[in-house]
């Protein structure tokens, strides 16, 4: 049974990076795993479709160069999708819209191994488990589940109300800031409202920290690193493999369709 790499890291006080993929074509993970560069990849489930084959090979892919791996989950399937997700061999869970403790509680026990002591809902399915089913037991497998990464997405106005005492959750390993997501639970459009946006998620930062969760952090250019690592945040996601290529298109494309038209 591989280790969980993320795990690993965040228990070690370790630095963590990462980039966001929508493709299922698990050649995308591979190549990403190739350079190196990130410690594991985050998968965009809420923006992309997919089937559990797909989590499948992406996991395996990952787990060609030691990168680990992540799912971005939509909210109202996220019990189904994360364990189905996991039994694939994903390491880490980021979990959207939770507003309440309440939400953040039952979604962290629908991860959690069914066992006397943990008090989860999750048994032994039989999925890969990495190696396949017949080469881990139940109690590694519990285990397993046990050192699952779990994430929280922090976007809605009612969720920063009761960030203290999701904070003091246990089980809740990472939380990240989601400016969209906040601009509309409060009616703003977000370009309009960056430094109030900014101040919501440094006081989410602050909060997180003080009550030994990591902060994770997503930033467009590494320039925009040394901001968050002044607030003490040590875990990144650089950059978007959807908005790197509609940058592309866009820009590059604007140009080419400039020169084209001029030769008309």
């Given at each position: 049974?591989?280790?969980?790499?993320?795990?690993?890291?965040?228990?070690?006080?370790?630095?963590?990076?990462?980039?966001?993929?929508?493709?299922?074509?698990?050649?995308?993970?591979?190549?990403?795993?190739?350079?190196?560069?990130?410690?594991?990849?985050?998968?965009?489930?809420?923006?992309?479709?997919?089937?559990?084959?797909?989590?499948?090979?992406?996991?395996?892919?990952?787990?060609?160069?030691?990168?680990?791996?992540?799912?971005?989950?939509?909210?109202?399937?996220?019990g189904f999708?994360?364990?189905?997700?996991?039994?694939?061999?994903?390491?880490?869970?980021?979990?959207?819209?939770?507003?309440?403790?309440?939400?953040?509680?039952?979604?962290?026990?629908?991860?959690?191994?069914?066992?006397?002591?943990?008090?989860?809902?999750?048994?032994?399915?039989?999925?890969?488990?990495?190696?396949?089913?017949?080469?881990v037991s139940?109690?590694?497998?519990?285990?397993?589940?046990?050192?699952?990464?779990?994430?929280?997405?922090?976007?809605?106005?009612?969720?920063?109300?009761?960030?203290?005492?999701?904070c003091s959750?246990?089980?809740?390993?990472?939380?990240?800031?989601?400016?969209?997501?906040?601009?509309?639970?409060?009616?703003?459009?977000?370009?309009?409202?960056?430094?109030?946006?900014?101040?919501?998620?440094?006081?989410?930062?602050?909060?997180?920290?003080?009550?030994?969760?990591?902060?994770?952090?997503?930033?467009?250019?590494?320039?925009?690193?040394?901001?968050?690592?002044?607030?003490?945040?040590?875990?990144?996601?650089?950059?978007?493999?959807?908005?790197?290529?509609?940058?592309?298109?866009?820009?590059?494309?604007?140009?080419?369709?400039?020169?084209?038209?001029?030769?008309?």
């Amino acid at each position: 049974m591989n280790e969980n790499k993320i795990r690993k890291l965040l228990n070690e006080g370790k630095p963590t990076t990462c980039t966001r993929i929508w493709s299922t074509w698990s050649f995308f993970t591979e190549a990403l795993g190739a350079t190196g560069n990130f410690d594991y990849m985050e998968f965009a489930a809420e923006y992309a479709p997919y089937s559990q084959v797909d989590l499948e090979n992406i996991a395996r892919a990952a787990e060609l160069h030691n990168m680990g791996t992540m799912i971005k989950l939509d909210f109202m399937n996220r019990g189904f999708t994360a364990q189905k997700a996991i039994a694939s061999g994903f390491q880490a869970i980021l979990f959207v819209d939770h507003e309440t403790p309440a939400e953040v509680k039952e979604s962290i026990k629908m991860i959690k191994p069914n066992t006397p002591s943990d008090k989860g809902l999750y048994g032994t399915p039989q999925r890969r488990f990495i190696g396949t089913r017949p080469n881990v037991s139940q109690t590694e497998h519990a285990q397993r589940l046990r050192d699952i990464v779990i994430c929280f997405m922090i976007e809605s106005e009612e969720a920063m109300k009761n960030i203290d005492e999701i904070c003091s959750i246990e089980g809740v390993d990472m939380l990240q800031f989601g400016p969209s997501d906040y601009s509309l639970s409060v009616g703003w459009n977000r370009n309009e409202h960056i430094e109030e946006l900014k101040a919501e998620e440094r006081k989410m930062i602050d909060v997180a920290l003080k009550h030994g969760i990591q902060p994770r952090c997503e930033i467009k250019k590494v320039e925009a690193a040394q901001y968050y690592i002044d607030l003490g945040v040590r875990h990144f996601s650089l950059g978007d493999q959807f908005d790197k290529i509609n940058q592309f298109w866009k820009e590059e494309g604007a140009r080419i369709r400039k020169i084209a038209d001029e030769l008309k």
